[in-house]
């Protein structure tokens, strides 16, 4: 079993609230998740209105595949106009 996991900074430069903050990504976490069966989760940041930090999970059994299908995420993240990539580290485990 393979696992592999990224951690995205995010800057929302639109959002002038933490409810507007909320909407996006809430809409981001879902199509990511609908879209390629992955894991997502706030996991910092969540008090400050213009960034987001946000982190990923997918298994699968090669790691070629666990690496090809973050790399479409990254793909999909950065493609997404609410948000601008400021950081982001991925990384695998297992077999």
Request: hydrophobic content about 40%.
């Amino acid at each position: 079993m393979i696992v592999g996991t990224i951690r995205v900074k995010l800057a929302l430069r639109d959002c002038h609230s933490l409810k507007e903050k909320r909407r996006v990504l809430s809409s981001l976490k879902e199509r990511l998740s609908n879209t390629f069966n992955v894991s997502v989760a706030e996991t910092d940041l969540m008090d400050v209105w213009q960034s987001a930090e946000l982190g990923m999970a997918a298994v699968g059994n090669e790691t070629r595949h666990v690496d090809g299908m973050l790399a479409k995420v990254m793909d999909f993240v950065r493609g997404y106009p609410p948000v601008t990539v400021v950081d982001y580290a991925t990384e695998t485990f297992g077999d």
